[in-house]
Nanobody, 116 residues
Framework: QLVESGGGLVQAGGSLRLSCATSGRTFSTYSMGWFCQAPGKEREFVAVRSWNAYSIRYADSVKGRYTISRDNAKNTVYLQMNSLRPEDTAVYYC???????????WGQGTQVTVSS
């Protein structure tokens, strides 16, 4: 099970840290990703971190502003979001991919709203 938290309303230029708490199984060997979906748009890739941190990738739109990290001891994945823009407004989802393959588990999402 994946449960996101940390979303909310923030002004442009502000920061938020999203958390994704995992439970029910061991996700320590899964790649963990973040995705977002804005109203009327398809779900988009935001960031992914392999279980061993050998592979960390970001969407071009968030490079230099977002940072994905994980704390295996706390079974939690984070997305630090800085310099937020109104166009970052979306529901953000975390997802888990066993062995770095297809994303098999998804959270319910947390709303991020950035006001101008």
């Amino acid at each position: 099970q994946l449960v996101e938290s940390g979303g909310g309303l923030v002004q442009a230029g502000g920061s938020l840290r999203l958390s994704c708490a995992t439970s029910g199984r061991t996700f320590s060997t899964y790649s963990m990703g973040w995705f977002c979906q804005a109203p009327g748009k398809e779900r988009e890739f935001v960031a992914v971190r392999s279980w061993n941190a050998y592979s960390i990738r970001y969407a071009d739109s968030v490079k230099g502003r977002y940072t994905i990290s994980r704390d295996n001891a706390k079974n939690t994945v984070y997305l630090q979001m800085n310099s937020l823009r109104p166009e970052d407004t979306a529901v953000y989802y975390c997802a888990a991919a066993p062995g770095g393959g297809e994303y098999k588990y998804w959270g319910q999402g947390t709303q991020v709203t950035v006001s101008s």
